[in-house]
C-alpha cells in the first residue's frame, strides 16, 4: 500500500500513524537540510510533541538547498515517512512536516517562509564543511550549504524591516560549538549585506548550541523491501535509525520555543560537556573504525566490532585516551563508554566504514585531534589517536591522483591532503603545517615522529591493527 494520507486508515495495526493532521498544526519550525538524519531525529520529536497533544503550535516546514528530488517523493507521499526501528521491526509513520519548500532553483517561497511571522524557529543540518567559509557567498569555493546562511540573512534582514521579532537558529550538526559556528556563519553573511544588520543579528538573534545523536545509516532496498512484507507499507523515504536517540540544546531563544522536555529533550545551561563526550567517545570512535577497521577487511561498524582486535582497540581509545579528557562531563563515563560500545556492536544498525571515511579531514579535525592535543599536554595515552590519523594518511596515499581517484575521498580538501600524505610517509611535518586540520600539533616536540612511527607500522603489515 502506498504511504499516503488517504491510507493510513488501513495500515496494519502493527505501523503507528499520527492521530494529528499536519494541517491543523501551525508552522512554527522551517528545517534547512532535510536528509535522513533530520527526518529520524528533528522530525520524529516534534512529531512526538504533536502526537502528545502539549502543543500543536510547532508544524514542520523542511526545505531542500541542493535538488529538488526529496520534494517530488515527500509530495506523492503527502509528507510523510516511516521511522523504523531495525531490532523490534515497530513502525511509526511521521507526520509534523507540513509542507516541503524546493530552494535548489528559487530562494522566494523559502524567505516567503522564513519571514512568516509565525516561523519561531530555524533548525539546520549542513554537514560541518558549510560552517568554514566567510566573506564572500558567491565565492566558487564555498560550501554548497553556505547558501543557507545567506538566505538566514537575507530573511532575518527583511522581518527587521517589517518590525517582525527575529526567529532563532539551531544547528543540528555535529561541531564543538555549533551555535558559535552559526552565528559567525550568519553575522558574515549579514555582513556582506550591511553592517547594521550584522550587529543587530550578533545582538538581537539567539544561536543556541545543541548535541544530537543519533545513528542513521541510508536506508537500503531490501529495508524497503522488508517493510513492504511485514507492514504492507510502500515509503519511498522509510528510515531504519538505530533505537538510541539524545537531543541536548542551550535553553536560549528568542523567542517562543517548543516545549521539547515534555518529549525527551534535554534544555541546559550548558551543552558544551554533552558535546565533548558524544564527540569524542563515539565520533572519535566512528573515525577510527572508518579507517582502522576498514584495514582489517570490515565494512559496518557491528562487522568490525565483532573483531575481537578491532574491539579492543575501540576500548583502549574510549577507556585510556578519551576517558580522561572528559572530566567536566555532567554523566557517567562509564555508563556512557559502555552504552556507546554497544551501540557500534549492534548489528542490526548497518552503519557503513564507508560512510564514516568520507570528509575525512573535517572528521579528523573535528573528533580526533582535540582529544590528541589534551592528551598530549597532559601526558596521558593517546597511541590509538595517533594510529587513527595513521591510518587516514595511508588512505590518502593509496588514492590515485586521477580525479575520479580523489572524488572517491569525498573531501574538499582531498587534492591538497594526497602530496602531502606522501609526503607524510617520511616527513608528516607538511601535513601537519595544515593548521585548519591540526591547529599547533605540528610544534610539539614529539608528535611529528610518533606518527611518522604509526605510518611506518601500519605499512608493514597492520602489527599493531593485529596486536
Same mark, same amino acid.
Given at each position: 500500500?502506498?504511504?499516503?494520507?488517504?491510507?493510513?486508515?488501513?495500515?496494519?495495526?502493527?505501523?503507528?500513524?499520527?492521530?494529528?493532521?499536519?494541517? @491543523?498544526?501551525?508552522?512554527?519550525?522551517?528545517?534547512?537540510?532535510?536528509?535522513?538524519?533530520?527526518?529520524?531525529?528533528?522530525?520524529?520529536?516534534?512529531?512526538?510533541?504533536?502526537? =502528545?497533544?502539549?502543543?500543536?503550535?510547532?508544524?514542520?516546514?523542511?526545505?531542500?538547498?541542493?535538488?529538488?528530488?526529496?520534494?517530488?517523493?515527500?509530495?506523492?507521499?503527502?509528507?510523510?515517512?516511516?521511522?523504523? @526501528?531495525?531490532?523490534?521491526?515497530?513502525?511509526?509513520?511521521?507526520?509534523?512536516?507540513?509542507?516541503?519548500?524546493?530552494?535548489?532553483?528559487?530562494?522566494?517561497?523559502?524567505?516567503?517562509?522564513?519571514?512568516?511571522?509565525?516561523?519561531?524557529?530555524?533548525?539546520?543540518?549542513?554537514?560541518?564543511?558549510?560552517?568554514?567559509?566567510?566573506?564572500?557567498?558567491?565565492?566558487?569555493?564555498?560550501?554548497?550549504?553556505?547558501?543557507?546562511?545567506?538566505?538566514?540573512?537575507?530573511?532575518?534582514?527583511?522581518?527587521?524591516?517589517?518590525?517582525?521579532?527575529?526567529?532563532?537558529?539551531?544547528?543540528?550538526?555535529?561541531?564543538?560549538?555549533?551555535?558559535?559556528?552559526?552565528?559567525?556563519?550568519?553575522?558574515?553573511?549579514?555582513?556582506?549585506?550591511?553592517?547594521?544588520?550584522?550587529?543587530?543579528?550578533?545582538?538581537?538573534?539567539?544561536?543556541?548550541?545543541?548535541?544530537?545523536?543519533?545513528?542513521?545509516?541510508?536506508?537500503?532496498?531490501?529495508?524497503?523491501?522488508?517493510?513492504?512484507?511485514?507492514?504492507?507499507?510502500?515509503?519511498?523515504?522509510?528510515?531504519?535509525?538505530?533505537?538510541?536517540?539524545?537531543?541536548?540544546?542551550?535553553?536560549?531563544?528568542?523567542?517562543?520555543?517548543?516545549?521539547?522536555?515534555?518529549?525527551?529533550?534535554?534544555?541546559?545551561?550548558?551543552?558544551?560537556?554533552?558535546?565533548?563526550?558524544?564527540?569524542?567517545?563515539?565520533?572519535?570512535?566512528?573515525?577510527?573504525?572508518?579507517?582502522?577497521?576498514?584495514?582489517?577487511?570490515?565494512?559496518?561498524?557491528?562487522?568490525?566490532?565483532?573483531?575481537?582486535?578491532?574491539?579492543?582497540?575501540?576500548?583502549?581509545?574510549?577507556? @585510556?585516551?578519551?576517558?580522561?579528557?572528559?572530566?567536566?562531563?555532567?554523566?557517567?563515563?562509564?555508563?556512557?563508554?559502555?552504552?556507546?560500545?554497544?551501540?557500534?556492536?549492534?548489528?542490526?544498525?548497518?552503519? =557503513?566504514?564507508?560512510?564514516?571515511?568520507?570528509?575525512?579531514?573535517?572528521?579528523?579535525?573535528?573528533?580526533?585531534?582535540?582529544?590528541?592535543?589534551?592528551?598530549?599536554?597532559?601526558?596521558?595515552?593517546?597511541?590509538?589517536?595517533?594510529?587513527?590519523?595513521?591510518?587516514?594518511?595511508?588512505?590518502?596515499?593509496?588514492?590515485?591522483?586521477?580525479?575520479?581517484?580523489?572524488?572517491?575521498?569525498?573531501?574538499?580538501?582531498?587534492?591538497?591532503?594526497?602530496?602531502?600524505?606522501?609526503?607524510?610517509?617520511?616527513?608528516?611535518?607538511?601535513?601537519?603545517?595544515?593548521?585548519?586540520?591540526?591547529?599547533?600539533?605540528?610544534?610539539?616536540?614529539?608528535?611529528? =615522529?610518533?606518527?611518522?612511527?604509526?605510518?611506518?607500522?601500519?605499512?608493514?603489515? @597492520?602489527?599493531?591493527?593485529?596486536?
Amino acid at each position: 500500500m502506498p504511504l499516503r494520507r488517504a491510507t493510513l486508515p488501513s495500515l496494519a495495526g502493527s505501523v503507528s500513524v499520527p492521530s494529528y493532521d499536519a494541517r @491543523d498544526l501551525r508552522p512554527g519550525v522551517i528545517h534547512l537540510g532535510l536528509g535522513s538524519f533530520a527526518r529520524a531525529h528533528v522530525a520524529v520529536y516534534l512529531d512526538r510533541l504533536a502526537e =502528545s497533544g502539549v502543543s500543536h503550535d510547532w508544524g514542520l516546514v523542511g526545505s531542500g538547498l541542493r535538488t529538488a528530488a526529496a520534494g517530488a517523493v515527500l509530495r506523492r507521499q503527502d509528507n510523510l515517512w516511516t521511522v523504523v @526501528d531495525p531490532g523490534s521491526g515497530r513502525a511509526r509513520v511521521v507526520g509534523a512536516l507540513q509542507d516541503y519548500v524546493d530552494a535548489a532553483t528559487a530562494a522566494t517561497p523559502l524567505l516567503d517562509r522564513l519571514t512568516d511571522p509565525r516561523t519561531q524557529l530555524v533548525t539546520l543540518t549542513l554537514t560541518a564543511p558549510a560552517y568554514e567559509a566567510h566573506g564572500d557567498t558567491e565565492h566558487r569555493g564555498a560550501p554548497p550549504g553556505w547558501r543557507a546562511f545567506r538566505l538566514v540573512a537575507e530573511a532575518l534582514r527583511l522581518r527587521r524591516a517589517a518590525g517582525t521579532a527575529p526567529f532563532t537558529v539551531l544547528s543540528c550538526d555535529n561541531l564543538a560549538d555549533n551555535g558559535l559556528a552559526t552565528r559567525r556563519a550568519v553575522v558574515a553573511a549579514a555582513e556582506a549585506m550591511s553592517p547594521g544588520l550584522a550587529s543587530w543579528v550578533d545582538s538581537s538573534v539567539a544561536f543556541p548550541s545543541s548535541m544530537v545523536d543519533r545513528i542513521t545509516p541510508a536506508t537500503s532496498e531490501l529495508q524497503r523491501r522488508m517493510l513492504r512484507h511485514s507492514h504492507g507499507v510502500t515509503d519511498d523515504l522509510a528510515i531504519f535509525p538505530e533505537p538510541f536517540s539524545q537531543w541536548v540544546v542551550a535553553d536560549e531563544f528568542s523567542g517562543d520555543r517548543p516545549p521539547w522536555e515534555e518529549v525527551g529533550v534535554q534544555l541546559v545551561t550548558d551543552v558544551r560537556p554533552f558535546v565533548q563526550a558524544k564527540t569524542r567517545m563515539l565520533n572519535g570512535a566512528h573515525v577510527m573504525l572508518g579507517y582502522l577497521g576498514a584495514r582489517a577487511g570490515h565494512h559496518t561498524t557491528a562487522e568490525a566490532m565483532a573483531d575481537p582486535r578491532v574491539g579492543r582497540l575501540v576500548d583502549r581509545l574510549m577507556r @585510556d585516551e578519551v576517558t580522561p579528557t572528559l572530566r567536566e562531563a555532567p554523566l557517567d563515563v562509564g555508563s556512557y563508554r559502555q552504552a556507546v560500545r554497544a551501540r557500534l556492536a549492534d548489528d542490526r544498525v548497518a552503519d =557503513s566504514l564507508e560512510r564514516l571515511r568520507r570528509r575525512g579531514s573535517t572528521r579528523i579535525a573535528n573528533y580526533v585531534v582535540p582529544t590528541l592535543r589534551e592528551a598530549l599536554t597532559s601526558g596521558t595515552e593517546c597511541t590509538v589517536l595517533t594510529m587513527t590519523i595513521a591510518a587516514w594518511i595511508d588512505h590518502l596515499c593509496a588514492v590515485g591522483t586521477s580525479r575520479p581517484g580523489l572524488a572517491a575521498l569525498v573531501d574538499p580538501l582531498a587534492e591538497e591532503l594526497v602530496p602531502l600524505a606522501r609526503i607524510a610517509v617520511l616527513d608528516p611535518r607538511p601535513l601537519l603545517g595544515r593548521s585548519e586540520i591540526f591547529g599547533d600539533l605540528g610544534l610539539h616536540p614529539r608528535f611529528p =615522529s610518533a606518527l611518522r612511527g604509526a605510518v611506518a607500522e601500519l605499512r608493514e603489515g @597492520d602489527r599493531t591493527v593485529a596486536s
